[in-house]
């Protein structure tokens, strides 16, 4: 398969990636796989990460007392611009990369390279976009 328009390079893709695959025809953008790679760089489970859009890697986990536990907002204006210029490209089914402040399981923050590559839409209506992470900090 060929990306269509290809914006960003990616270089070479192997096992090792990080890589977690969305059904944009679906309500919420779900991501329906996730990788070994994926799940160990932001230690959730396949489970945990299945039927769940992205955004929840935006904002720390609720600790077993009820509160945030890290002290990184990811509020800041470059992480907000960001976010949006995800957003843009999801809604347009473009390609982008954005570096954006997520956050493990365990509340550590870290800056996520993601790049996201939306496939070509299939016959029977499905939509689906790649996403590759990789932690740059």
């Known amino acids: 398969m060929s990306r269509p328009n290809p914006r960003i390079q990616l270089g070479a893709i192997d096992?090792?990636?990080?890589?977690?695959?969305c059904d944009?025809?679906?309500?919420?953008?779900?991501?329906?796989?996730?990788?070994?790679?994926?799940?160990?760089?932001?230690?959730y489970?396949?489970?945990e990460c299945l039927g769940?859009?992205?955004?929840?890697?935006q904002q720390p986990p609720k600790s077993a007392?009820?509160?945030?536990?890290?002290?990184?907002?990811?509020?800041d204006d470059d992480n907000q611009a960001s976010?949006?210029?995800?957003?843009?490209?999801v809604h347009n089914i473009e390609e982008t990369q954005v570096a954006?402040?997520?956050?493990k399981k365990n509340g550590e923050w870290f800056t996520n390279l993601v790049s996201i590559v939306p496939l070509e839409k299939?016959?029977?209506?499905n939509q689906y976009a790649i996403g590759f992470q990789v932690q740059i900090d």
Not at 15 to 21: D, E, L, N, R
Not at 29 to 40: R, T
Not at 122 to 125: D, H, K, V
């Open 65 to 75: 007392s009820g509160k945030k536990s890290s002290s990184k907002p990811c509020s």
């Open 45 to 47: 489970s396949v489970t």
């Open 24 to 43: 944009l025809a679906l309500a919420d953008s779900p991501i329906v796989y996730a990788s070994d790679p994926f799940c160990e760089l932001t230690g």
């Open 122 to 125: 299939e016959p029977s209506g």
């Open 83 to 89: 976010l949006k210029q995800l957003h843009h490209a």
């Open 15 to 21: 096992c090792s990636a990080a890589i977690i695959v």
């Open 100 to 103: 954006v402040t997520n956050f």
């Open 52 to 57: 769940r859009n992205c955004r929840f890697l």
